[in-house]
Nanobody, 121 residues
Framework: QVQLVESGGGLVQPGGSLRLSCAAS????????MGWYRQAPGKQRDFIAT???????NYADAVKDRFTISGDKAKNTVFLQMNNLKPEDTAVYYC???????????????WGQGTQVTVSS
């Protein structure tokens, strides 16, 4: 079992910045990667960025030059630094963690509760 709690969302003007945080608890030693997804009203949940336990990052094209994912292994926490925010970035942002659950390597995708990010003038 892994629990995830996001924080840092809010209202920001276009061109502004926010930093989201996600703290993991529970069986954190089974986590192989953590990441961020977002879901805008009326749309599906989309991939934003991931960070593996080995430090490898991956980004969606829509945010590659503006967002940065990082982590603090000692605190079991990942961050998402969001710069030059646009109205199209408005969404609920969800933290995720992939964890192994048995000796055969099966995995479970855990989700946080989400945090609202609104970009508006």
């Amino acid at each position: 079992q892994v629990q995830l709690v996001e924080s840092g969302g809010g209202l920001v003007q276009p061109g502004g910045s926010l930093r989201l945080s996600c703290a993991a608890s529970g069986r954190v030693h089974h986590i192989t990667s953590m990441g961020w997804y977002r879901q805008a009203p009326g749309k599906q949940r989309d991939f934003i960025a991931t960070l593996t336990s080995g430090g490898v990052t991956n980004y969606a094209d829509a945010v590659k030059d503006r967002f940065t994912i990082s982590g603090d292994k000692a605190k079991n926490t990942v961050f998402l630094q969001m710069n030059n925010l646009k109205p199209e970035d408005t969404a609920v942002y969800y933290c995720s963690a992939v964890a192994t659950v048995n000796v055969e390597g099966a995995t479970v995708h855990h989700w946080g509760q989400g945090t609202q990010v609104t970009v508006s003038s």
